[in-house]
């Protein structure tokens, strides 16, 4: 799918332009300033892993589970800040985290370069009742990816 193909160049582009610029803050950065989430740039980090695994997950169960799908929902119930804390980004080696964050994301692209079109119709059930198809969750993942680099950039820029 042509959109499928923009999404994966573009998140890729960012993926190489944003690596350098993580691993250039500087631990006070990182680990001090909190948004409105009271988040810090690792945990934000740390949340941008588990979006990428958990979508790779669901993007793959929408292709041979069947639809719809009912497939646990991490982000909408307040479980994405258990995660964090499950984790604890917070105490993570740096490099690590954003090798982390390099490695998932990038593989959720190349899932995404492998998605078999006959299955994009396919549905899962958010947590919020919600029926989203494959296709609108892969359409999507770009503008989460970009809300999260825009609040690592306001915290770096305070």
Not at 33 to 60: E, F, L
Not at 106 to 112: E, P
Not at 118 to 126: A, E, F
Request: hydrophobic share 40%; with cysteine.
């Amino acid at each position: 799918m042509e959109n499928f193909d923009l999404i994966s160049k573009e998140l890729s582009n960012l993926i190489e332009q944003w690596e350098p610029k993580l691993l250039a803050l500087s631990d006070d950065i990182i680990a001090k300033r909190r948004n409105s989430q009271n988040r810090t740039i690792k945990q934000i980090v740390g949340h941008m892993v588990d979006s990428a695994s958990n979508n790779t997950h669901r993007v793959i169960n929408l292709q041979y589970q069947e639809s719809p799908l009912i497939f646990p929902d991490y982000a909408n119930l307040g479980n994405n800040d258990r995660w964090i804390a499950i984790q604890n980004y917070q105490d993570k080696d740096w490099h690590d985290l954003v090798q982390l964050w390099k490695c998932t994301n990038k593989h959720f692209v190349h899932v995404i370069q492998n998605v078999n079109n006959k299955k994009l119709n396919n549905v899962w059930i958010s947590a919020l009742n919600q029926e989203i198809s494959l296709e609108a969750m892969v359409l999507d993942f770009p503008r989460h990816f970009k809300l999260h680099l825009r609040e690592i950039n306001k915290l770096i820029d305070i």
